[in-house]
């Protein structure tokens, strides 16, 4: 029975519990209200390609741009105690300048003025030095992120427009819709392969570099770090420039999808969508430690209620709503005086079921 008890209590201190218990009631929520909502079919698009559909796949479509914002918004979140709100203008910013450098002068060329890698290498540092521009506000004039970002935040989609000359650049060019939508050949959406690589990549730097400690330590005590060696604002500013590369990317998959950019509708209400990811993996929105894939499960969360939601036909203006009830959720079972009462009855309970 102690070893059962155990092992309960193992699942339930999982960081990754809370998450798995909510993507677990939204399938059970739909199984009863619509089993439909499962099915998955393959057909022909368009081009006369096979592809899969149904809203499992948007969810993994839609979810892995959520997911991939959520890599970087969770390192902001740890080494900074606060959340970056500009990603959504960011990434108007990085899609323009994507936009600008595949067209040109032509705001609707016949081909593209040049490669799909260079422009999004372009874009990449372009996003990177927006998000160098936040860190240095964060870690070195210690404004608190929120703020610092707001500015970003309100004049990010003006720039974005001015970047393109308040056009708005068509790409005809059939291949670069192949990183927003299908591979020919694929049925699965390409923005799920991407966010997988991005995953990986993040594993690969969290587990054979200090990455994860540096950031861990600096929001835990800057002080303490400081002593033992490292330079909090460097971390700091590095934090906000890898979630410059995740909007680089998000951008990419946002323009190549529709193959041109809506300044003021791109990314719209992301960012609140991110650090709710965040939030629901069960990560300190103060900062310190953090547990990458909480995150990741949690932003695929978000985009299964989202989905539910308009399965249901819940008005668009209406989702913030909605999304405000699981925060305050969050916020409740979050909060120290919750834990410490939950602690306690399991405890108790633990001893009855024992006695």
């Known amino acids: 029975m102690k070893k059962e008890n155990s092992i309960f209590m193992k699942i339930v201190r999982n960081q990754c519990f809370i998450p798995l218990m909510a993507l677990l009631l939204l399938v059970v929520f739909n199984l009863i209200a619509d089993p439909g909502f499962f099915k998955i079919t393959l057909a022909d698009n368009s081009a006369g390609n096979p592809i899969l559909s149904g809203f499992l796949i948007t969810i993994l479509d839609s979810g892995s741009e959520l997911a991939i914002l959520a890599i970087g918004m969770t390192l902001v979140t740890a080494a900074s105690g606060g959340q970056d709100i500009s990603v959504g203008a960011a990434v108007a910013i990085a899609g323009s300048v994507l936009l600008r450098v595949l067209c040109g002068t032509n705001s609707r060329p016949e081909t593209l003025q040049a490669p799909i890698i260079a422009a999004f290498l372009v874009s990449c540092v372009a996003a990177m030095l927006f998000g160098a521009f936040n860190g240095v506000l964060v870690a070195y004039f210690k404004i608190q992120p929120m703020i610092a970002t707001l500015i970003l935040y309100t004049a990010g989609r003006s720039i974005a427009a001015w970047i393109n000359n308040n056009e708005l650049p068509v790409i005809s060019e059939p291949s670069f819709k192949y990183f927003g939508e299908f591979i020919p050949g694929i049925p699965i959406p390409t923005p799920f392969f991407i966010a997988v690589a991005c995953m990986i990549v993040t594993a690969l730097a969290l587990k054979f570099t200090n990455l994860r400690l540096y950031t861990q330590a600096v929001g835990i005590n800057q002080s303490s770090s ?130």
């Open 226 to 355: 400081r002593l033992n060696g490292l330079n909090p604002a460097v971390i700091k500013v590095m934090s906000f420039v890898i979630l410059g590369v995740c909007v680089a990317v998000v951008a990419l998959i946002k323009v190549s999808r529709i193959a041109t950019i809506n300044y003021s509708v791109i990314a719209k209400d992301i960012e609140m969508d991110a650090i709710l990811a965040v939030a629901l993996g069960g990560n300190a929105l103060s900062g310190g430690r953090f547990n990458m894939a909480a995150s990741i499960i949690g932003a695929y969360v978000i985009q299964f209620l989202t989905t539910t939601l308009y399965k249901f036909k819940v008005q668009s203006d209406a989702l913030p709503a909605y999304k405000a009830v699981v925060v305050i959720v969050l916020v409740v079972v979050s909060a120290p005086v919750v834990r410490e009462w939950f602690a306690g009855f399991s405890k108790k309970f633990m001893k009855r079921e024992a006695a």
